[in-house]
């Protein structure tokens, strides 16, 4: 059956304005599977926009556990795809939503001044969109910009200190969510600590905390406490080398962390 020529019209724009994201790597292998394992079928030069159709997590690559499915049925490594953020920003292949959720829903979307201001000092603040220190354009407080000049920020620019900390805001509920699809409902986490995870999850991506053992450790029902102390600080590299400042930032996060509060945050917000 031929296809029509207004089909075809209509076919051909869909797919011209599919949203597609940029190869970083020299030469990325796109594999059968979500792995190093699997056979390579595909290779995309630096450059290439790949559209991704879901993600799935896999073997991690510098860190990055995320796998991308590409609109040609194979799977490449998310760290060497320039999406824009550290985390799904698409479904998840075989169903499901990016950012997970508890089952309840009653978990804080949002956390406390405490942990607000704690992401504010480490981010540090950007008035007007300009690139990360990867290169990455972000503004605000650790904002990463979705559209050409960070077009879906609501707030005009150059941002003030306040309208940072809003941008901020409006921004957690996403690592809230993917933090809490991770956890399951024997844990109990008060403000604090809800606040200092939320900060991490903010910094390393919600594919590495899905990955990480400090969420199994905390699944299996170990002291929170020690489980922050002793994992928190193995996530202070970038670029494959140690970095101060994210060594500092574990110390602030296991503190906060540590900091008593009688308010609970997850699985039910108080």
């Known amino acids: 059956m031929k296809i029509s020529a207004i089909a075809a019209f209509?076919?051909?724009?869909?797919?011209?304005?599919?949203?597609?994201?940029?190869?970083?790597?020299?030469?990325l292998s796109?594999?059968?599977?979500?792995?190093?394992?699997?056979?390579?079928?595909?290779?995309?030069?630096?450059?290439?926009?790949?559209?991704?159709?879901?993600?799935?997590?896999?073997?991690?690559?510098?860190?990055?556990?995320i796998w991308d499915k590409t609109s040609d049925g194979c799977y490449v490594a998310d760290y060497y795809v320039k999406t824009g953020v550290n985390g799904y920003v698409t479904s998840k292949c075989?169903?499901?939503?990016?950012?997970?959720?508890?089952?309840?829903?009653?978990?804080?979307?949002k956390i406390n001044s405490a942990g607000v201001n704690l992401i504010a000092q480490w981010e540090g603040f950007v008035a007007s969109p300009k690139p990360d220190p990867i290169g990455l354009p972000t503004v605000g407080y650790g904002h990463l910009c979705q559209k050409k000049n960070c077009a879906e920020v609501k707030y005009k620019f150059p941002l003030?200190?306040?309208?940072?900390?809003?941008?901020l805001s409006d921004d957690l509920p996403k690592y809230t969510k993917c933090l809490a699809g991770y956890l399951n409902s024997k844990?109990?986490?008060?403000?604090?600590?809800?606040?200092?995870?939320?900060?991490?999850t903010f910094n390393v991506g919600?594919?590495?905390?899905?990955?990480?053992?400090?969420?199994?450790?905390l699944n299996n029902g170990e002291n929170a406490n020690t489980v922050a102390s002793q994992e928190l600080p193995k996530w202070?590299?970038?670029?494959?080398?140690?970095?101060?400042?994210?060594?500092?930032?574990?110390?602030?996060?296991?503190?906060?962390?540590?900091?008593?509060?009688?308010?609970?945050?997850?699985?039910?917000?108080q």
């Open 30 to 65: 796109c594999r059968s599977g979500p792995g190093t394992s699997y056979a390579v079928k595909k290779t995309y030069p630096k450059g290439h926009q790949v559209s991704i159709s879901c993600q799935t997590s896999g073997t991690s690559v510098n860190g990055n556990s």
């Open 94 to 109: 075989g169903g499901g939503s990016s950012g997970g959720g508890s089952s309840s829903g009653s978990y804080c979307k």
């Open 206 to 217: 919600c594919g590495n905390v899905k990955s990480s053992t400090l969420v199994k450790r």
């Open 236 to 269: 202070r590299m970038a670029g494959g080398r140690v970095m101060q400042g994210l060594v500092n930032r574990r110390k602030a996060e296991i503190k906060l962390f540590k900091t008593a509060s009688s308010q609970q945050a997850y699985p039910k917000c």
């Open 10 to 27: 209509i076919l051909a724009s869909a797919t011209s304005f599919a949203k597609t994201y940029p190869v970083t790597a020299n030469a």
């Open 160 to 167: 003030s200190k306040t309208t940072a900390k809003q941008l």
């Open 187 to 200: 844990v109990k986490l008060n403000a604090n600590q809800w606040a200092a995870l939320t900060s991490w």
